[in-house]
């Protein structure tokens, strides 16, 4: 089993609030990815950071926003939400020194509804 | 463009019996490819890494296989168990990208009814 945690693994919101998905691993892995997945859909790359005060965007538009400001800890917000974010959100993160096999382990995911 | 694809999209069988699922790709250069089991509301949990120069490795009950030449991988599962009912999703990673970017299949569902 992978450590890394995901909270909270369940959120009901309204819309036009403002949420955080949280995102933490113990493994001391450099680089660190959320992944949005629709019921019976691929996963989606939307963010990754290759380590502290990095950040990039993945390959699929997101309105969401993260920051890398420890190693361990990977938070992505949402600034006023919609039901258009409606969706399941996973992190993962992998070792530098996996090279080309870039392993990544994931966590439980965040199952977030925006009514 | 990279793509990633799985056959069947779902399958049931019974258990004590095999099946095997497909995974063709067109992602180019290939790096490595791996078969993740992902339990319902779970996140994905790899299940075997076969980079190019393998055609073959087991865990368990499950054996993967991977022909670069025609660019398919099959994964076969030997005397289910209710436990692997699940979405198994091949992963299939490019080379050369600092990101080492992996390509994701819609995953096959199996349930496993006793």
């Known amino acids: 089993e992978a450590d890394i945690y995901q909270t909270p693994r369940y959120l009901v919101i309204g819309t036009g609030k403002k949420i955080t998905l949280e995102c933490s691993q113990t493994?001391?892995?450099?680089?660190m990815y959320w992944y949005q997945q629709d019921p019976g859909m691929e996963l989606h790359l939307i963010h990754y950071?290759?380590?502290?005060?990095?950040?990039e965007k993945g390959d699929l538009s997101s309105e969401s926003t993260v920051s890398r400001i420890r190693t361990e800890h990977f938070p992505l917000t949402l600034e006023s939400a919609r039901p258009s974010h409606t969706s399941q959100y996973l992190c993962?993160?992998?070792?530098?020194?996996?090279?080309?096999?870039?392993?990544?382990?994931f966590g439980p995911g965040t199952r977030l509804t925006v009514l | 463009k990279n793509q990633v694809e799985q056959s069947p999209q779902s399958l049931i069988i019974l258990e004590g019996k095999n099946c095997t699922l497909q995974?063709?790709?067109?992602?180019?250069?290939?790096?490595?490819l791996r078969w993740y089991k992902q339990d319902t509301g779970r996140g994905p949990v790899s299940l075997t890494i076969?980079?190019?120069?393998?055609n073959t490795k087991s865990n368990g009950r499950y054996t993967a296989t991977l022909d670069a030449d025609t660019k398919q991988s099959s994964l076969h599962i030997t005397a289910s168990q209710l436990s692997d009912s699940a979405s198994y999703i091949c992963?299939?990673?490019?080379?050369?990208?600092?990101?080492?970017?992996?390509?994701f299949g819609r995953g096959t569902q199996l349930t496993v009814w006793p």
């Open positions: 950071s290759y380590g502290v005060n990095s950040t």
């Open positions: 993962a993160s992998s070792d530098e020194a996996s090279g080309e096999l870039n392993e990544q382990f």
């Open positions: 992963v299939v990673s490019d080379r050369g990208s600092t990101l080492g970017r992996l390509y």
């Open positions: 995974c063709n790709y067109t992602v180019s250069p290939f790096s490595n």
């Open positions: 076969m980079t190019f120069s393998e």
């Open positions: 493994m001391g892995h450099d680089k």
